[in-house]
Structure formats: structure tokens, C-alpha cells
């Protein structure tokens, strides 16, 4: 059995909330695997955040982010369950953290999978299913490559599955959840806007030779 050290313990307790014997115990359970040990806390119903994902957060924080050069903007609301939390330092850290995240994420369109409409991924699926390299492989297994595919896209467009930006060896949703553990509330991104100088727009495109041709002429 792998040795487990304090400084192991009090790391897991920090990014679960988990209380110190249960954090020990589950270290020792997967042989000091941090992951596992997560993985193991949220099975039992241990983890502090997986007990306030339910509860209702009402308050929070509607921020804003412009990145530099001003061609990119982010709005995004943040809930939490009190006033008090809102105006935390800590709880202003992630949102600002979190409005980076999506201004550094242009594929991004929804906080989770569970947002994402069924027409798209039925859409989405029909695309796969009709793909070439399918072709001659057996129904079953062909599934199962496209429902691979399919998750993979889905989370490819969700804030929650992508790797935070300043560490990424965690996802949004693991930040956030470290984030409730601390505060001792349930957090959740309810909605955000990227903005994108000039999208939209139908730009007429002009042939600079053809221009500078034209303007003589008229001269």
C-alpha cells in the first residue's frame, strides 16, 4: 500500500471538502491514485460539493471580461446561494477566472451537455453515422465509435468539460467544485455571451488592384 503523506491528505481535502479521515481513507482505498481517491468520495456521497450541487443558488455575480486589443468581450453570470458569498474575493476570482475561460474559447456555446439542444446532437450523430471510414464495420461497433465521437463533440462546446485555462489537469467543473468546498456554497455558471468584434458582419471584400485601377479611372 502506497504511503500516504499529510500534505496528500490536506491536498485532497482542499479539491473535494471531504473531511480529513474520509480523504485518508480514500487514498489508502486507491493506493495514494488521486483521481481514484475523487472518483471514490463522490461514489459515497462524500464530497462537500456533490451534497450543495442541489441546493438552489440565487445570488452571485454578473461580470464581464474584454480581452486586450478590445476584440473580444465575455458576459457570463455566476450563481451562488448567498449575498454574502457574492461578494467573497474568492467567489469574484472565479468569475473572473471563468469569463477568461470562455474568452479563450472559441468553440465554446454552452455551460453543459445537459444544455446542448437534442436537435444538434441528433444532427451531429447523423453526420458520424454517414462518415466514410464507417462504412464496412458492424452496427454495434459502429455505435459505439460514433456515440465516442458524439460525447467527445458534445463536450468540445461546453465551458464545464474544458480544461481550465491556468491548469490543465483540471476541467472547469473540477475548479468550480474546488471553489465550493472552499466557500462552503453551491456555485453554477447559469449563462453566458461571447463577443467577437465584427462577427456577424458580411464584410464586402474589394480587389485592391482592381480598386486602385478604378479610382484612376475616375480621375
Known amino acids: 500500500m502506497a504511503d500516504i503523506s499529510a500534505k496528500v491528505v490536506k491536498e485532497l481535502r482542499e479539491k473535494t471538502g471531504a473531511g480529513m479521515m474520509d480523504c485518508k481513507k480514500a487514498l489508502k482505498e486507491n493506493d495514494g491514485d488521486m483521481t481514484k481517491a475523487v472518483e471514490w468520495l463522490r461514489q459515497k456521497g462524500i464530497t462537500s460539493a456533490e451534497k450543495k450541487a442541489g ?92 456515440q465516442g465521437r458524439i460525447d467527445k463533440r458534445l463536450k468540445e462546446l461546453t465551458l464545464l468539460d474544458q480544461p481550465y485555462i491556468r491548469d490543465q489537469n483540471i476541467t472547469v467543473a473540477e475548479l468550480i467544485k474546488q471553489v465550493i468546498a472552499q466557500l462552503g456554497e453551491n456555485i453554477r455558471v447559469r449563462r453566458f455571451t461571447r463577443f467577437v468584434l465584427g462577427e456577424g458582419i458580411e464584410k464586402e471584400e474589394t480587389n485592391f488592384a482592381d480598386e486602385v485601377a478604378a479610382q484612376t479611372g475616375a480621375k
Do not use: W
Not at 451537455?113 to 464496412?136: C, F, H, K, W, Y
Open 55 to 146: 441546493r438552489l443558488a440565487a445570488e452571485g455575480l454578473v461580470d464581464s471580461y474584454i480581452h486586450t486589443g478590445g476584440r473580444i468581450g465575455v458576459l457570463v453570470e455566476v450563481n451562488c446561494e448567498t449575498d454574502f458569498v457574492a461578494r467573497r474575493e474568492e467567489f469574484h476570482a472565479l468569475v473572473r477566472n471563468i469569463a477568461m475561460q470562455i474568452a479563450a474559447c472559441p468553440n465554446v456555446e454552452y455551460v453543459s451537455v445537459e444544455d446542448i439542444p437534442q436537435t444538434l446532437v441528433e444532427s451531429e450523430t447523423a453526420i458520424e453515422m454517414g462518415r466514410d471510414d464507417l462504412g464496412n464495420k458492424p452496427d454495434n461497433i459502429k455505435e459505439k465509435i460514433v
